[in-house]
């Protein structure tokens, strides 16, 4: 018998069962079991790959059928709603040019979730459409690696608020035309975790929850091909935990103990969380740390198959009780790896070798790694979408392909080291303040902390009072955030950046955060810089009603949609990029100058004879016209 046969026939066993389950809503079953009809095959397939060699195999099924189907029959009339309206003409609605998207802490953004719903009008005005909230659960007090130290995914951290809080700003959110995103942190919880305090406590169920080891043979046969994420704060990848008397995987810090995806309980237990937080209105998951899930002794245990079987798999339930509810992933891995989680795992995910290009391109003022990299890589499954973003609460890592960089003759670790140097202002002429993150001498490994301003040279400017060099560092930070709103895709705002915030540098004087050079670039929420962002000689409005006028422009030209095709140019200048988005009978032209001088650019870019329109002045541009861009200019010429 082959896997599809022995699927059909399990389906077919299981069907009576289910069916039981919908006594008392018998109108919701025909929807549930065609979706089940649909993604069962494949589901099936999936679990027999990962756990088919256990003994409960068909136990742990049915436990995963069980808590789909009772999470459906949970979601109230105005969710299932949602859910049709999202398997029909709702669907692939993240691909859509209207989409914008912001991040946030809730505490450092609005003290908490009713501050949150008292911005609302704000993120309206700002046109998001999707707004994410860092973790916000309850965590350890102290150092919770900014919350993604997890200690219950169905509570709010009570200083933020409670989850029926959480429900409620989902719900008017939704009602507002903004989507709701948490971040479902997949790795690992923290050590005060129901689950790791019942392993501490001898539940030897809950101890299999984890990876632990009685000494150090197996750890040490790991940590040949591991690597170290956080070298400064926590070398190597297993601590000893004395309650237990074992060491313990511990991939990012002590208290943060790595799940074991190898026990089927525990992917049972975290598709029951995802599901409690689809039901509380949660439309898109955050997939953290999705390279690391799977573990194998002899690999680098990252982005190994099983870690995609798992997400997969966990994607066709959640979309058997809760289809509005899609996956983002987060993955700051080579770029090919990057590409392998979208499409039949997540419908959306960062992409952050565009983030780290626009960065690499301001500080060698050349576009060639950026456009060579970018025609290779861009295109990805027909039904997902790339995230798009210069900044967020993270570090940058310059993950570009050394294969790539290689192609043009450019030494990638070399490059990298020029990077660093560079964006923490050691490099000759540099005008960025940023700062090294987990700096690893063995290896020279070393990450980039800092807000876009001060990234931009905005911070050193101001100190210098340079009225010229503030107006390039503004303008460093509109071509590239407006590249993110045009390239396609949805476009992903770490909020503060929109109003020129600086590096806060505060964080020094805080113990749980002095170690982490992250926290420069978590700045709280600056009411003066904010009620000025309207003012167009302020530094916020200088940066705000720009940004503005491109946000209007996007929603309303369908060329700059996901699903849109793009074209990565030569534009026969080296410091301007050139790429053409096409969508539906509509072509944009968006030209980018990454010099902090004016160039030109020649040629004929349009077959027609009509002007071209640039989206963001209004003005136009003869065909066969010379283009002269400014000093970190950018056009979007509409062809007419």
């Known amino acids: ?94 691909q859509s040019e209207k989409q914008v998207a912001g991040v946030c802490y809730v505490d450092l953004y ?30 350890p007090a102290g150092n919770s690696d900014g919350g993604y130290a997890v200690s219950s995914f169905r509570e709010v ?76 704060q926590a070398p190597g990848n297993f601590t000893f935990v004395p309650e237990v008397g074992q060491w313990v995987w511990t991939t990012f810090n002590t208290f943060q103990w790595d799940l074991n995806y190898a026990n089927p309980a525990v992917f049972d237990a975290m598709l029951g ?22 573990k194998e002794i002899g690999t680098t245990s990252e982005n190994l198959p099983q870690a995609h079987w798992i997400i997969e798999a966990l994607n066709i ?81 310059w993950s570009f392909a050394n294969e790539d960089a290689a192609e043009l003759g450019i030494d990638g670790e070399a490059h990298r080291n020029f990077l660093n140097a560079f964006y923490t202002g050691q490099f000759p002429g540099s005008y960025a303040r940023g700062l090294p993150f987990n700096y690893n001498p063995r290896t020279g490994d070393m990450r980039i902390s800092g807000m876009a301003a001060s990234l931009n040279g905005l911070e050193t400017a101001l100190e210098n009072h340079d009225d010229a060099q503030i107006e390039l560092s503004i ?25 020129g915030a600086l590096n806060d540098y505060s964080y020094r004087n805080d ?7 992250r926290w420069v670039h978590r700045p709280r929420f600056n009411a003066a810089r904010w009620a000025a962002r309207t ?16 946000i209007h422009v996007r929603k309303a030209h369908a060329a700059f949609a996901a699903n849109g095709y793009a074209n990565w140019l030569e534009s026969g200048n080296p410091y301007v990029l050139a790429v053409e988005r096409s969508n539906i009978g509509e072509n944009v032209l968006i030209l980018a100058n990454f010099s902090e001088h004016k160039q030109v650019v020649n040629g004929r870019f349009s077959a027609g004879e009509k002007p071209l329109t640039d989206l963001i002045s209004g003005a136009e541009y003869p065909v066969e016209q010379a283009l002269t861009l400014p000093p970190y200019g950018m056009l979007w010429l509409l062809h007419h």
């Not at 993120?123 to 916000?136: A, D, N, Q, V």
């Not at 209105?281 to 955050?286: A, N």
């Not at 407006?482 to 109003?499: F, R």
């Not at 113990?511 to 050079?517: F, I, K, N, T, V």
């Open 273 to 294: 969380e995802m599901l409690f937080l689809a039901n509380r209105g949660v439309q898109i998951l955050r997939l953290d740390a999705v390279a690391f899930v799977w």
């Open 511 to 517: 113990p749980a955060h002095a170690g982490d050079s």
């Open 1 to 94: 018998m082959n896997i599809q046969e022995e699927a059909h026939r399990s389906l077919a066993r299981l069907r009576p069962w289910l069916l039981r389950l919908f006594k008392d809503d018998a109108a919701a079953w025909p929807i549930f079991e065609a979706r089940l009809d649909a993604g069962f095959p494949r589901l099936f397939e999936l679990l027999i790959s990962l756990y088919g060699t256990h003994y409960d195999f068909f136990y742990h099924l049915e436990a995963l059928l069980k808590t789909a189907a009772h999470a459906h029959l949970e979601r109230t009339p105005t969710l299932r709603a949602l859910d049709v309206e999202r398997e029909g003409s709702g669907a692939r609605w993240y």
């Open 317 to 397: 339930l959640v979309k058997l009780a809760a289809p509005a509810t899609i996956f983002k992933s987060e993955a700051i891995v080579h770029p090919d790896d990057v590409a392998k989680y979208i499409g039949r795992e997540c419908e959306i995910s960062y992409h952050p070798t565009l983030m780290v290009l626009l960065w690499e391109a301001l500080a060698t003022h050349e576009v060639r790694l950026l456009r060579h990299t970018l025609a290779k890589r861009f295109v990805i499954p027909e039904n997902a979408a790339w995230v798009n973003y210069i900044r967020l609460h993270d570090d940058i890592g």
């Open 157 to 232: 951290n009570p200083a933020l608020g409670t989850m029926d809080q959480l429900a409620a700003l989902a719900a008017e959110l939704r009602a507002e035309g903004i989507s709701l995103a948490l971040d479902l942190v997949f790795n690992h919880t923290s050590d005060e975790h129901e689950w790791a305090l019942r392993a501490k406590a001898g539940d030897k169920d809950y101890q299999a929850f984890y990876r632990m080891f009685p000494d150090r043979t197996l750890p040490d046969q790991y940590e040949r091909t591991l690597r170290e994420v956080f070298p400064e």
């Open 110 to 139: 609005a003290t908490d979730l009713a501050g949150i719903r008292a911005r609302i009008p704000y993120l309206k005005e700002l046109g998001l459409t999707y707004l994410h909230l860092m973790p916000l659960f309850k965590a």
């Open 535 to 550: 003012d167009p000689a302020s530094i916020a409005g200088r940066h705000y009603l720009p940004l503005l006028n491109m």
């Open 475 to 499: 303008a460093r930070y509109l071509l590239i955030q407006g590249l993110t709103l045009a390239a396609g895709g949805i476009p992903l705002l770490y909020l503060n950046d929109e109003l």
